[in-house]
């Protein structure tokens, strides 16, 4: 029995090395970011050109596209679990993926990594139409050096030059919003990916430089709102790379959200069969709706007032969740004193809506309910439907009788 486990294992691993040795190409045909050639590039081999790979969702296309930057250290490209997998993950939920070939080290170092990354996000702008995207809906996602890319273009951009002929380079390189997975962030010495300063920068690269790419040192107001997602026991990039960004984002009043997760490893991807880890997209999609990134559509402020039995609802919860848009925000808040209130910040978006309520209590100094539950206007309904009009407000009221 041994030996026969034994044997399979080899036989798999075979399997596993024809694909890496190219046996097997996938994804779409590359498209060279610079036709006439890159800034700075050395020569016309297959490393002096950054490229670009461009998947498209088959069905519903929510007009929202992604700049995908696979890892590496500045030194490789993990361009399967990190790039071709993530835009296939993207399509799958309406948007559109750009993926990355971008030059890196031993022969090529910073500025070349981040002026392919703004070429892409400048061509995912220039041809909008064609791709059938809103070139304000432009998001940027790297994944462990990808990752540090990516906070670089979102500290460091420029909105374009208007004077140019080329129609690309009039377009900002700014993202809308930014995904940063087991991000390098720090090229200072305690936090940082040695590897990939070395790449990146070379073996003594000047102190101005190093700070000005620890790009947690270079967040402001205008850096774009940012999901962020690590593990704790990451042993290749200390998780305190990805909580010095996130404390600098708060520090500056940007959006953002961060998922530490306790176990896994270093270059996860989407972490496939991990029952854990496995959750991060999930999150990431929740925290894609909840900012609106999925929708052009101008959301709404809703306010109201709850009664249960004749009274107002003391203490609960309402919650507004989209029924014909998959790609639209929900909406949630708190009940006090039987009114409610959404700002237009979070609001939901003009479409149809359930309307679910939870009584959960009040105030008190002994319990008063038995536990908190959703509240109804029949035994067998807990949910009413609602459509949000296109107005900068709409208001309800709620009137519900216990069963």
Not at 12 to 38: C, H, K, Q, Y
Request: glycine share 8%; charged share 20%; aromatic share 8%.
């Amino acid at each position: 029995m041994l030996a026969r486990r034994l044997f399979f294992s080899f036989s798999f691993l075979m399997t596993i090395a024809a694909f890496s040795n190219g046996v097997i190409a996938a994804g779409p045909e590359p498209i060279r970011l610079w036709p006439d050639g890159a800034p700075g590039a050395k020569g016309e081999e297959d490393l002096d050109i950054p490229l670009v790979r461009i998947y498209q969702p088959e069905e519903a296309n929510t007009g929202t596209a992604v700049v995908i930057l696979p890892g590496g250290g500045y030194g490789g490209l993990a361009m399967d679990h990190e790039g071709h997998q993530i835009a296939k993950w993207w399509n799958r939920h309406g948007v559109t993926g750009l993926v990355v070939t971008y030059r890196h080290g031993a022969r090529y170092q910073h500025p070349a990594p981040l002026q392919d990354a703004q070429r892409a996000i400048r061509y995912a702008r220039a041809h909008a139409d064609e791709l059938k995207i809103d070139p304000n809906r432009v998001g940027v996602m790297g994944f462990s050096a990808g990752g540090h890319l990516a906070s670089t273009v979102s500290t460091h951009f420029d909105a374009g030059d208007s004077n140019s002929d080329d129609p690309v380079a009039k377009q900002g390189s700014r993202p809308d919003f930014a995904v940063l997975c087991y991000p390098v962030i720090s090229m200072k010495d305690a936090p940082a990916h040695r590897g990939s300063r070395r790449n990146l920068l070379g073996e003594n690269p000047d102190p101005e430089l190093i700070d000005s790419l620890s790009n947690h040192l270079q967040v402001t107001a205008e850096t774009p709102p940012t999901f962020v997602f690590h593990t704790a026991e990451d042993p290749v990039v200390p998780v305190q790379n990805a909580l010095l960004y996130y404390s600098a984002l708060m520090e500056n009043g940007v959006a953002a959200e961060l998922h530490i997760y306790q176990k896994g490893r270093h270059g996860v991807g989407l972490a496939p069969n991990d029952p854990v880890l496995s959750s991060w997209p999930q999150r990431l999609l929740d925290w894609m709706r909840v900012n609106n990134f999925l929708t052009a559509d101008k959301r709404v402020s809703v306010s109201g007032a709850v009664e249960v039995d004749g009274q107002p609802l003391r203490w609960g919860m309402i919650a507004f969740q989209s029924i014909d848009r998959e790609a639209s925000p929900s909406s949630a808040t708190l009940v006090s004193g039987g009114k409610f209130e959404i700002p237009e910040v979070d609001g939901p978006v003009p479409g149809s809506y359930s309307v679910s309520v939870v009584d959960m209590g009040t105030f008190a100094r002994q319990p008063s309910i038995e536990d908190a539950a959703t509240v109804s206007s029949g035994a067998k309904q807990d949910e009413v439907n609602v459509v949000i009009p296109e107005d900068e407000t709409a208001s309800f009221e709620f009137h519900f009788d216990q069963p």
